[in-house]
C-alpha cells in the first residue's frame, strides 16, 4: 500500500505540479529580487539625504562660528584681513590682549577644514598649532575698509554657499 501512495504523490498528472512549482518559484525570485532593489534604493537615498544635511550642518557651524568670532571681536584695530602663508589666501585675523601678551587669532581654509589658529601677534599660523572648525570646500573673505564692511563665503561641494556681509562698527 505504502508503494502505491509514493507512485501517486510522486507521479506527476499532465505536467501541472512541475509546472505550478515553477511559477512559484519564479514569482518568490521576482519577489525577492524586487524587495532587494527596493531596499538598495531606500538605503541610496537615506545616504545622500544623510550626507547633504551633515555637509549643511557644517556649512552653518563654520559660517555662525566666524560671524560670531568678528562681532565679539568688534574692536579698533581687533580685526584685520590678511594672506594667510600655508595657502596664500585671505585670512581673518583678530588681535587680543590675553594676560598682558598680544595675541594673533588666525581664521582660514585649509585642507578641506575651517581652521582656527591663536599664535603670539609677531607669529605666522601653521598646521601643527591649528584646529580644526568645521569640514568646507571653501572660504572666502574680503574686508571693504571703505564700507566697513566684512564679506564672507563659505562654500561645499553640492550644497549653495553661505555668504555673510558683517557692517563692522568699529574703525
Known sequence: M???LND???KQKNGRTMI???SVMLLLIL???GCFSLFLSSFGAYQRLNDSKEKSTELRIASSFVITKIRQNDITGSIDVKLEPITGKNAL???ENIEGESYAT?????SGYLMEALVLKHEAPSIDVSQKIAKVDGFNIEYNRDEQMILTSIYTNGLKAYNSTIKVKSK
Open 31 to 33: 519577489l525577492g529580487t
Open 2 to 4: 505504502k508503494e502505491v
Open 93 to 95: 585675523v583678530i588681535y
Open 8 to 10: 501517486n504523490i510522486l
Open 20 to 22: 505550478e512549482t515553477l
Open 106 to 110: 588666525w581664521i582660514y581654509h585649509s
